[in-house]
Antibody, heavy 122, light 107 residues
Framework: EVQLVESGGGLVQPGGSLRLSCAAS????????MSWVRQAPGKGLEWVSS????????YYADSVRGRFTISRDNSKNTLYLQMNGLRGEGTAVYYC???????????????WGQGTMVTVSS | EIVMTQSPATLSVSPGERATLSCRAS??????LAWYQQKPGQAPRLLIY???TRATGIPGRFSGSGSGTEVTLTISSLQSEDFAVYYC?????????FGQGTKVEIK
């Protein structure tokens, strides 16, 4: 079964840091781009960042560029999101999502994790 | 940035009726568009990709059409489990962008 399981969320003060993880199983992890998408309470979906299967190419939303870093460890089938300089608008459920095509570039997100909640508050 | 605009914001439909959801892009996204369904407390689920291809396991009552700047999701006969929020998303360009969502509620 293809599965994504996020962890690492929690309460953090403004300006603080947090690292999210996403453990993947049931597919050849290194063959697929992976992404992070967040959803603030009661709001819509916001794409945050994506990384190619090899990890060599990364993309970021303007709202997080320079503060967040996406990475992956293909030997551990795990995706990460290092979040620094967190702000109140970072309060959201963070989902990891799998690209739908092998070695895809322009592809949809076909598998989503259950999400991990990040709360930025003093 | 490509802005995705969904309409209507809320759609009230009776079970068994047809629902038509629209999504407009501020510039062409070709067919690089997906539709997702999200129920309360759950992660989004991919319904349609490449504008008109149903994802694995998605019932035939869901169909997508259109390309370029105008795409449509049609649910031919609404079932009770279809009442949810639906999002369109373009993956033609960076940053990836989502519409604001259409809530399909029971009339």
């Amino acid at each position: 079964e293809v599965q994504l399981v996020e962890s690492g969320g929690g309460l953090v003060q403004p300006g603080g840091s947090l690292r999210l993880s996403c453990a993947a199983s049931g597919f050849i992890f290194s063959s697929y781009a992976m992404s992070w998408v967040r959803q603030a309470p009661g709001k819509g979906l916001e794409w945050v960042s994506s990384i190619s299967g090899s990890g060599g190419t990364t993309y970021y939303a303007d709202s997080v560029r320079g503060r967040f870093t996406i990475s992956r460890d293909n030997s551990k089938n795990t995706l990460y999101l290092q979040m620094n300089g967190l702000r109140g608008e970072g309060t959201a459920v963070y989902y990891c999502a799998k690209g739908s095509m092998v070695r895809g570039v322009n592809d949809a997100f076909d598998i989503w994790g259950q999400g991990t909640m990040v709360t930025v508050s003093s | 940035e490509i802005v995705m605009t969904q309409s209507p914001a809320t759609l009230s439909v009776s079970p068994g009726e047809r629902a038509t959801l629209s999504c407009r892009a501020s510039q062409s996204v070709s067919s690089n568009l997906a539709w997702y369904q999200q129920k309360p407390g759950q992660a989004p689920r991919l319904l349609i990709y490449d504008a008109s291809t149903r994802a694995t396991g998605i019932p035939g009552r869901f169909s997508g059409s259109g390309s370029g700047t105008e795409v449509t999701l049609t649910i031919s006969s609404l079932q009770s489990e279809d009442f949810a929020v639906y999002y369109c998303q373009q993956y033609n360009d960076w940053p990836r962008t989502f519409g604001q969502g259409t809530k399909v509620e029971i009339k």
